[in-house]
Structure formats: structure tokens, C-alpha cells
T-cell receptor, first 113, second 115 residues
Framework: DSGVTQTPKHLITATGQRVTLRCSPRSGDLSVYWYQQSLDQGLQFLIQYYNGEERAKGNILERFSAQQFPDLHSELNLSSLELGDSALYFC????????????FGPGTRLTVT | DQQVKQNSPSLSVQEGRISILNCDYTNSMFDYFLWYKKYPAEGPTFLISISSIKDKNEDGRFTVFLNKSAKHLSLHIVPSQPGDSAVYFCAASNRGGSTLGRLYFGRGTQLTVWP
């Protein structure tokens, strides 16, 4: 158990809908990262937050947004969903804001039908 | 643009033998490298890391070697055990750069250790 929790574990929704994925980092970790893993791709970095502020951005679509709250949990919002958004979404956390060991949650499997 | 590549999608090794997983990268600004292990239905688990100022790091049965001139790293598992069967991801980062905490992952290698 990495100490990172993600909810929900599974999500099935229709195209055009909007969903919110939630992540609670390990106790003491200030950075939260979001990654997407689809079948034909490896783990793709989406975005990093550190202590409530956006720190680094990857290949995140404009339809996607994230935030980190004062209690350090984070939410990833996916809107106008398309079939291609079906993937595993992982949250990870770390103590600092520089790349180092990141601890991953179990992931949320999103299926868009 | 895949900056970290794992060219072998799978590797099969007998229990007790050495497993060698390989990884290549293209970005010379990468200065920190990590290996993760992933079991089905779980998130990736951190295994071992190496800074670009070193060429070897060891932790128990796991050793990572870094060859900066070749932009290549490898993970050695000795001896291999059936419980090591998992997908192994190589990851790289530029700690000193603007990408901060971002990790660049390879697509993974499925390791199967058979008795």
C-alpha cells in the first residue's frame, strides 16, 4: 500500500459527459501528479501540483483540468468525454516538487461508451 | 515523441537466473532515472533510482547501471524469483529543468520468471 488513495476505482460513462477523479496523497507529500495510461501508450504525464499551485504541465487536453485543495487532495476533471479518453488514470505523490521517487495510487479505470 | 524507450515488450527468465531489462533515452538533459514495477490492477511501485552522477546503484537483488554516453540504462535482478513477474517501467527526469517533477516513462517490459 503506497498510501496514495484514488476514488473511484472504476467509472463508466457516456461520451460528452463530465467526470471527476479524486486523489489523496501520502501523508506529508506536497506534490501530486496525474498520469494517463491508455492501451497503446505508456504512462503519460498530465500535470503536477505542488502545495496548491500548478508546477508542471504535460500533454493535458484543454477538456481536462485539475486542482489541488488546501488539504492537499487533488481532483482531475475530464469533460466532453470521448471514446479515446478511456484509460487508466493514476495519481502519484512525492514530498518535494523536483523529480524523485513518486508513489502511485491504484488508479481509476475510466470507460467511455 | 517517446524520449524513453524500452524496446523489449517482454522477457522470460528461469527462476534463479539473472534478468536484465534495458532502457534507452534520447534527451541528454535527463539527470535522474527510476525503475518501477507494476502488478495487474495496481499502481506502479518504485523500485530503484540512479542519479546521472553515478553509473551504478544497488539495492539487494536489484542493480541499475547507467551508461550516459550511450544514453542507456539497465536493471539487473539477481537471482530472479517468480514474484518478480510484473511489468517493469523505466522513467527519466530533468530535475534541474523546467519540467520539475515530470517523469517520462517507457512503455514497459513484461518480465515472466518461470520455475
Amino acid at each position: 500500500d503506497s498510501g496514495v488513495t484514488q476514488t473511484p476505482k472504476h467509472l463508466i460513462t457516456a461520451t460528452g459527459q463530465r467526470v471527476t477523479l479524486r486523489c489523496s496523497p501520502r501523508s506529508g507529500d506536497l506534490s501530486v501528479y496525474w498520469y494517463q495510461q491508455s492501451l497503446d501508450q505508456g504512462l503519460q504525464f498530465l500535470i503536477q501540483y505542488y502545495n496548491g499551485e500548478e508546477r508542471a504541465k504535460g500533454n493535458i487536453l484543454e477538456r481536462f483540468s485539475a486542482q489541488q485543495f488546501p488539504d492537499l487532495h487533488s481532483e482531475l476533471n475530464l469533460s466532453s468525454l470521448e471514446l479515446g479518453d478511456s484509460a487508466l488514470y493514476f495519481c502519484a505523490s512525492s514530498v518535494g516538487d523536483r523529480a524523485g521517487e513518486q508513489y502511485f495510487g491504484p488508479g481509476t479505470r475510466l470507460t467511455v461508451t | 515523441d517517446q524520449q524513453v524507450k524500452q524496446n523489449s515488450p517482454s522477457l522470460s527468465v528461469q527462476e534463479g537466473r539473472i534478468s536484465i531489462l534495458n532502457c534507452d533515452y534520447t534527451n541528454s538533459m535527463f539527470d535522474y532515472f527510476l525503475w518501477y514495477k507494476k502488478y495487474p490492477a495496481e499502481g506502479p511501485t518504485f523500485l530503484i533510482s540512479i542519479s546521472s552522477i553515478k553509473d551504478k546503484n544497488e539495492d539487494g537483488r536489484f542493480t541499475v547501471f547507467l551508461n550516459k554516453s550511450a544514453k542507456h540504462l539497465s536493471l539487473h535482478i539477481v537471482p530472479s524469483q517468480p514474484g518478480d513477474s510484473a511489468v517493469y517501467f523505466c522513467a527519466a527526469s530533468n530535475r534541474g529543468g523546467s519540467t520539475l517533477g515530470r517523469l517520462y516513462f517507457g512503455r514497459g517490459t513484461q518480465l515472466t520468471v518461470w520455475p
